[in-house]
């Protein structure tokens, strides 16, 4: 069993739509991180978390410690919001990072 | 500020090479990480740096080592390349490590050929 998991894989919605991509891991962690990879490599580091929920513009990240699970929330997706969304987390002693294995969005004009 | 940048930004090599890869932090961070990502095992974490000393390592053979500088700056080394090193290797920066907020390079595209 992967110590990170995501759900779905791929994702295709329609412009506007409400999204969800959701991460379940195993193991004790000091943070979850989320990322955003776009064609070309580059990530960007989108919402790291201990506990609670995070909101930035149209983004909103929330996490369950005791269920150990992690939501990522786009509302009014966009196009530019096409990318692969990963979900990792750093262990206990916060020094190793787990990745999971992304979620693949494509937001339809 | 600038952000993390890597050199170079695509290589080509042949199996049984050397290689060596540059990351410059964000002024100010100690922390730097190494990460492999192929199209088969996505992301993996290959090593971090904090102060010169190496803090953590991922199960990675003795042929990936790597080293940090007073400045921060950080190199990683593949001998003896193998064509399954064929990846992009990322680095990325920190404050203070895993816990704290991480700031990625464009990474270097390494071809073995």
């Known amino acids: 069993k992967n110590e990170v998991e995501q759900s779905p894989q791929n994702l295709t919605a329609q412009e506007g739509e409400f999204i969800t991509i959701n991460c379940s891991y195993s193991?004790?962690?000091?943070?979850l991180h989320w990322l955003q990879q776009h064609p070309g490599g580059g990530i960007v580091s989108l919402f790291m978390?201990?506990?609670g929920k995070k909101k930035h513009g149209r983004l909103i990240a929330t996490i369950n410690i005791q269920e150990k699970h992690s939501s990522l929330h786009i509302t009014a997706s966009h196009p530019r919001d096409s990318a692969v969304y990963i979900c990792?987390?750093?262990?206990?002693?916060?020094?190793?990072?787990?990745f999971g294995p992304g979620t693949r969005l494509s937001v339809l004009p | 500020k600038a952000g993390v940048t890597q050199t170079p930004r695509y290589l080509i090599k042949t199996r049984g090479q050397q290689v060596t890869l540059s990351c410059s932090p964000i002024?100010?961070?100690?922390?730097v990480s190494w990460y492999q990502q192929t199209p088969g095992q996505g992301l993996q974490f290959l090593f971090e740096?904090?102060?010169?000393?190496?803090?953590n390592k991922g199960n990675f053979p003795g042929r990936f080592s790597g080293r940090q500088f007073s400045n921060s700056r950080s190199e990683m080394n593949v001998s003896t390349l193998e064509l399954g090193d064929s990846a992009l290797y990322l680095c990325?920066?920190?404050?203070?490590?895993?816990?704290?907020?991480?700031?990625f390079g464009p990474g270097t595209r390494l071809t073995v050929l």
């Open positions: 740096y904090f102060s010169e000393t190496q803090r």
């Open positions: 193991v004790g962690i000091s943070a």
């Open positions: 990325a920066s920190s404050w203070g490590g895993a816990s704290n907020e991480q700031f």
């Open positions: 002024s100010g961070h100690r922390s």
């Open positions: 990792a987390v750093s262990d206990n002693y916060g020094q190793n990072f787990v």
């Open positions: 978390l201990s506990s």
